[in-house]
């Protein structure tokens, strides 16, 4: 099978929780940014979740939007 015609992709969901490391969560996010632009496909998806679907704060005092909640990631 020949990747470039049928490219494998991979999806996350990172789960935020308050008071959650933005350097941490950068330098697991960034990996999978990056080797996306050096494929050039989207080989790697991710969503965010929190508890309840709305935005989660970072310890430096940063919001983050999030995708869904953990209950409607589960379903």
């Not at 999806?11 to 996306?36: E, G, K």
């Not at 080989?43 to 953990?70: F, H, M, Q």
């Amino acid at each position: 099978m020949n990747v470039v015609n049928h490219p494998i992709r991979r999806s996350f969901v990172f789960f935020l929780v308050p008071d959650f490391t933005m350097i941490a969560f950068a330098t697991a996010l960034d990996p999978l940014r990056s080797a996306n632009r050096m494929l050039g496909y989207e080989a790697y998806r991710w969503r965010l979740a929190s508890i309840d679907g709305k935005p989660v704060r970072a310890s430096n005092g940063v919001e983050c939007a999030v995708d869904t909640s953990l209950e409607d990631e589960r379903k």
